[in-house]
């Protein structure tokens, strides 16, 4: 908040945000501050205090972009990212847990695949996609959208559909063809 207040400043007199910078010691406070908030919202998460979670991991994405913006050297500047995985998948958990808690299974969903996107794209953009393949933040968010998609229940028309398709490629051509009857009495009482 003081650096931000300093850049606010600055932009008010002079409408512009050239000449602001972050030296090292700004940069290694701000790292600093990042581990007390990254303590917090782990313990936050063990209490399953997911509004917290989400506030506070929201801030140290905010502070990652922050410095690396503003960082006067590159170090400062990329230092934090090696995290933003990590802190990227905590936020979408916690985003995620929210919306369970909401009985909204399917927004939780769409928000866990933006979070694996996001995930995705900041390999892609240090140019090493490949370790997306080999990212746990990747797995443990997979594996929430998995156990997510088993407590949503399933549309009884599709699972006729499914059925129906089982039947033909087992070639179990009369359960089959009772299977269609099924849906198309259930088709035409909609």
Do not use: W
């Amino acid at each position: 908040d003081h650096y931000r207040m300093e850049l606010d400043a600055l932009t008010a007199d002079s409408g512009s945000d050239r000449g602001f910078s972050l030296d090292e010691r700004a940069c290694e406070m701000l790292r600093s501050e990042a581990v007390l908030y990254y303590h917090r919202y782990l313990a936050e998460f063990v209490l399953e205090d997911y509004p917290a979670v989400a506030r506070d991991t929201e801030r140290n994405l905010a502070l990652m972009d922050f410095c690396a913006k503003y960082a006067e050297d590159a170090s400062d500047r990329y230092v934090l990212e090696q995290y933003r995985p990590y802190v990227v998948m905590m936020n979408t958990r916690s985003e995620a847990q929210i919306l369970v808690r909401d009985q909204r299974p399917k927004a939780a969903l769409a928000v866990i695949e933006s979070g694996v996107a996001k995930i995705k794209e900041f390999f892609q953009n240090f140019e090493h996609p490949d370790m997306a393949d080999e990212s746990t933040e990747l797995v443990m968010l997979n594996a929430l959208a998995s156990e997510i998609e088993s407590g949503i229940p399933k549309d009884p028309l599709q699972e006729l559909r499914d059925a129906l398709d089982k039947a033909i490629s087992d070639e179990r051509y009369e359960e089959a063809a009772d299977l269609r009857d099924r849906i198309a009495r259930a088709t035409d009482d909609r």
